[in-house]
């Protein structure tokens, strides 16, 4: 459950902001622009979630406070990323205007700034651009992770290929023995054994 912070002022908003490097190329000017919208700071508590993969609500969020963590439904138990202070996210849905395709959940206590399009465009056209090239630049990254996490893979498969066809002869001479499995683990197992001693 969220609770919005009624009795945050906007200078307690400003000291988060001020701490949290996403901020570093805002003037002084933007970061009180910002946190005059101290009523779009929303806290949660432990292990709630933010956004629910699926969900139609467009806002992006700047995390203030604390830590989340990403998750798909399909793999609700594998974390596919640990967000921390200053993590922006939902900025896909909010630029595509599609649907959430990932749960972010407080790993703590939480407090994340919400921009819906109509705030959004409320914004100084030098603080809405600012934040355009924070979005690009997060897009960016993201991709240039998912291109070196993509070629990673594509390697390792092909070692395990290479690996497979190497020892592709060995095993046809195996099955041909008439040993089975188990008969050449517990081999492989004695040779280990014998090399331990």
């Known amino acids: 459950m969220n609770t919005k912070i009624h009795s945050r002022t906007p200078q307690e908003i400003l000291r988060l902001i001020n701490n949290i490097s996403f901020f570093e190329s805002f003037n002084v000017a933007e970061k009180q622009e910002l946190s005059a919208l101290s009523n779009q700071v929303i806290e949660y508590p432990d292990k709630a979630a933010i956004v629910e993969e699926g969900q139609?609500?467009?806002?992006?969020?700047i995390l203030l406070?604390?830590?989340?963590?990403?998750?798909?439904?399909?793999?609700?138990?594998?974390?596919?990323?640990?967000?921390?202070?200053?993590?922006?996210?939902?900025?896909?849905?909010?630029?595509?205007?599609?649907?959430?395709?990932?749960?972010i959940l407080t790993k703590s206590r939480a407090k994340v700034l919400k921009l819906d399009r109509k705030m959004f465009e409320k914004l100084n056209p030098e603080t809405r651009e600012k934040l355009k090239d924070k979005f690009i630049a997060v897009l960016v990254n993201r991709i240039s992770e998912m291109n070196t996490a993509l070629v990673r893979l594509k390697v390792e498969m092909e070692a395990i290929s290479h690996a497979a066809s190497d020892y592709q002869t060995e095993f046809d001479k195996i099955l041909k023995s008439g040993k089975t499995m188990k008969d050449v683990f517990s081999g492989i197992n004695e040779t280990i054994d014998g090399l331990i001693r």
Do not use: H
């Not at 139609?56 to 969020?61: G, N, R, Y």
């Not at 998750?71 to 596919?80: A, E, F, G, H, M």
């Open 56 to 61: 139609k609500d467009m806002s992006v969020f």
């Open 65 to 103: 406070k604390g830590e989340a963590i990403v998750t798909r439904n399909d793999l609700p138990k594998v974390i596919i990323n640990t967000l921390t202070e200053g993590a922006l996210f939902g900025e896909v849905s909010f630029l595509t205007q599609t649907p959430r395709t990932t749960n």
